[in-house]
């Protein structure tokens, strides 16, 4: 468990984290999710040590390690561009917290061998860094960072530096990597897409705060404020609440609309607006639309709906949010 | 909590999560290919036949204006330089280099030199190092005087160093006409080889390989001798050659200070100056084409050394 109580940290007049406090659980695989310069980055480089909270206290497994230096954190930290030891074999890579330790020659080379299986590198031992691609080299860097046994695994936008295919790919395999290895994890995105798909919590943050902490479906049901619900997914503006452009409904019939929105309760109301222009995206469609109050917002419905609508260009339609959605009202401080 | 005891049953662990068996990054693997001599790196070998035949007529005119350029000021001159050193054949120049007295220059040469390469080793690394990582007043202005000595005649480093540490020293050391001497001014004029080679290493140097030494549990010293110098060896071993290089051919900045004592401070220079002046060419020559094999197997061996680190770094072993 890792617990980060009142951090700040302010670089010259930005500031990177303004009284952040977090804990992540035992066991974890935990997302800090928000924008460049959120301060996700800054946060984590803190947990390892690398970077100097101005005030605060980082606790790993229960030991102040506040004014520890990163070798003595009990960390794995995988980075970006994964600093590959570019002089050394694969092998020596990995081995290379342990033989620092000066271990056994016989215990390193088993564990690097156990581990490179892991990592799917046995037969890349005698490789330079240089004759791996690039997703080779973050799984060669996440081995590297497992050869210490550390408490805590620190990614910093791991899979940044791939293209989208290996991105996808290495995200599943780290998920399942998590679920046989589990070790507490933090990992830095700024990928809403990724936070919801590998991380069992994540914790978006925004301007140096933490807006929200929770699991996936809570954070993207029940957005806290319209800062995590915008940035969890599209949304759109209707009347003065925010709405997932697939929650609203469209009908051609006023009194129906009327009478179904009747029995949802704090909905944002039936929306009068015109259909501005229909694009099919494979099996959904999404309807781009402009209220009486000149407002433009998009809905995402279905093939079969569209088809059942016959939306046209310049029509009429009402409007509403589905039964169950998430909605939140527009905060005028903070705009989208 | 460890991962050691999950590590335990990493066979089930691998069966699952094997990217190829798992399917899923196996584009990436195969374009990394099983090829062990690197299948995926088609670029070195085109971007050089692909400028051949679009550049080709330019291509021929540069390399005639090079091979002639160097025929005119280097290798005809060395030519004739050979020719002049078997003027008597293979016994005279063995004689003329073998002289007692030539042996003992060539040797406090090379000796000299040596050292001097070695302390640039160090101390330009440092000099380097504190240039690129720290910050100081000054700095910029200490950045630039590293080049003076390029830029100052040797002769006038002799004067320098001479009022400094010459008979009158104001300081009351006295290094006219000993090694000590000769070290001083060849490591003056010399140091900003090391200095210059390492320099732009040290900043292209990525600051995460550090942090990530770190994070493993590696002291500054330990990420320094396992992680950084042998990032930096390269441009040090290039440098110092370079340094070494110099040294051995120096005659200016010596000239004054080191007092011309045969067998104790007289260089290779000097002693061919001093052959010049007896009216003996000959031997002239042939401790010059010493002095140029010299030269020329450090830089060779700088070459291979060089080039098998680069070949270790980029290609399968």
């Known amino acids: ?336 | 909590m460890t991962i050691h005891t999950d590590l335990g049953r990493s066979a089930a662990a691998a069966a699952l999560l094997h990217p190829r068996t798992g399917g899923s990054d196996g584009a990436e693997t195969t374009a990394a290919g099983p090829d062990p001599v690197g299948s995926d790196r088609p670029d070195h070998r085109d971007g050089s036949s692909a400028s051949t035949s679009r550049l080709g007529g330019i291509r021929s005119l540069g390399v005639g204006v090079v091979t002639l350029w160097l025929s005119v000021i280097v290798l005809l001159p060395l030519a004739a330089l050979t020719v002049a050193a078997f003027g008597d054949g293979w016994a005279g120049f063995w004689e003329a280099v073998t002289a007692p007295a030539a042996l003992a220059a060539l040797w406090v040469t090379v000796v000299v030199s040596a050292g001097v390469a070695l302390l640039n080793a160090v101390m330009g690394t440092v000099i380097a190092w504190v240039l690129v990582r720290d910050s100081f007043p000054g700095q910029r202005f200490v950045n630039a005087i590293i080049d003076l000595p390029f830029a100052l005649p040797t002769i006038v480093a002799s004067i320098v160093l001479l009022s400094l540490y010459g008979p009158n020293s104001p300081i009351g050391v006295h290094l006219n006409a000993t090694r000590w001497g000769l070290i001083v001014a060849l490591a003056f004029v010399t140091l900003p080889f090391v200095v210059r080679s390492v320099q732009p290493v040290l900043i292209e140097a990525d600051r995460e390989v550090e942090e990530a030494a770190a994070s493993l549990g590696a002291s500054n010293l330990t990420t320094f001798r396992r992680i950084i110098l042998p990032t930096l060896a390269p441009a040090i071993l290039s440098g110092t050659g370079l340094a070494f290089a110099r040294a051995i051919g120096e005659y200016g900045s010596v000239v004054l200070i080191g007092g011309n004592i045969p067998r104790e401070t007289q260089v290779a220079s000097q002693y061919i100056q001093q052959q010049i002046e007896i009216d003996s060419p000959q031997a002239a020559a042939a401790v010059s084409v010493a002095l140029l094999a010299i030269a020329f197997a450090t830089l060779l061996l700088l070459r291979v050394v060089a080039s098998r680190s680069q070949r270790r770094e980029e290609r399968a072993p």
């Open chain 1, 1 to 336: 468990m890792i617990t980060v109580s009142n951090a700040r940290k302010q670089y010259g007049t930005f500031t990177a984290l303004d009284d952040v406090s977090v804990e992540i659980p035992r066991g974890s695989l935990t997302a800090l999710l928000g924008p460049s310069g959120s301060g996700k980055s800054t946060l984590l480089r803190s947990i390892a040590g690398l970077e100097g909270l101005d005030s605060g206290v980082v606790t790993i497994a229960g030991r102040d390690v506040t004014k520890e230096p990163p070798q003595r954190r009990g960390i794995g930290f995988v980075f970006q561009h994964y600093a590959a030891f570019k002089h050394m074999t694969v092998r020596d890579n990995v081995a290379f917290g342990l033989s620092i330790r000066k271990r056994p020659k016989a215990e390193i080379a088993r564990k690097v061998d156990d581990l490179l299986e892991i990592v799917g590198l046995e037969g890349f031992q005698h490789r330079y860094p240089a004759q791996l691609s690039g997703g080779q080299r973050q799984r060669m860097a996440l081995a590297r960072a497992l050869a210490v046994d550390p408490e805590v695994l620190l990614l910093d936008e791991p899979f940044g530096a791939l293209d989208a295919k290996v991105r996808a790919d290495l995200r599943t395999w780290l998920r399942r990597l998590h679920d046989e290895v589990h070790v507490t994890t933090v990992l830095v995105t700024h990928d809403q897409e990724e936070a919801l798909d590998v991380s069992d919590r994540i914790a978006v943050l925004n301007r140096g705060r933490i807006e929200q902490v929770g699991d996936p479906v809570t954070l993207y049901d029940r957005p806290a404020n319209d800062f995590v619900m915008g940035f969890l997914g599209s949304v759109a503006t209707l009347g003065d609440q925010l709405v997932r452009p697939h929650d609203i409904v469209l009908t051609r019939d006023r009194a129906v609309a009327l009478a179904e929105d009747a029995k949802v309760p704090g909905s944002p109301g039936v929306i009068e607006a015109v259909v501005e222009r229909v694009v099919r995206l494979g099996f959904e469609v999404r309807v781009e639309l402009r209220a009486d109050s000149g407002e433009r917002f998009a809905a995402q419905i279905t093939r079969r709906d569209a088809f059942d609508l016959e939306l046209h260009t310049g029509e009429t339609v009402f409007a509403r949010a589905a039964h169950r959605s998430s909605v939140i009202e527009i905060d005028p401080a903070l705009a989208i």
